[in-house]
Nanobody, 120 residues
Framework: QVQLVESGGGLVQPGGSLRLSCAASGSIFSINAMGWYRQAPGKERELVATISSGGSRNYADSVKGRFTINIDNAKNTMYLEMNSLKPEDTATYYC??????????????WGQGTQVIVSS
């Protein structure tokens, strides 16, 4: 089993910044990729950004230039720096990890979600 612990959400004014963290622990042989997804009320969950263990990054068009995703492989921890936040960034943000628990077992896990509210 693998546990994902997210932190860093909260209330911020438009134009402000937040930093989300997601720490993975447990039965981890290797991590293939990690990512952030978000779901706003009444909407489907959408990709925000992903990063591979090798550092390849992918961003949703809506966050390009404002959000930065990073991974600390030594700590199995992923970060999302969110700048110039807009009200439309308001959502619950979920951490996702694609990993191998053993050399032969590949798994995918979701975090419990952390809420981000952008409002004046």
């Amino acid at each position: 089993q693998v546990q994902l612990v997210e932190s860093g959400g909260g209330l911020v004014q438009p134009g402000g910044s937040l930093r989300l963290s997601c720490a993975a622990s447990g039965s981890i042989f290797s991590i293939n990729a990690m990512g952030w997804y978000r779901q706003a009320p009444g909407k489907e969950r959408e990709l925000v950004a992903t990063i591979s263990s090798g550092g390849s990054r992918n961003y949703a068009d809506s966050v390009k230039g404002r959000f930065t995703i990073n991974i600390d492989n030594a700590k199995n921890t992923m970060y999302l720096e969110m700048n110039s936040l807009k009200p439309e960034d308001t959502a619950t943000y979920y951490c996702n990890v694609d990993l191998r628990e053993t050399r032969w077992i590949r798994s995918n896990y979701w975090g419990q979600g952390t809420q981000v509210i952008v409002s004046s």
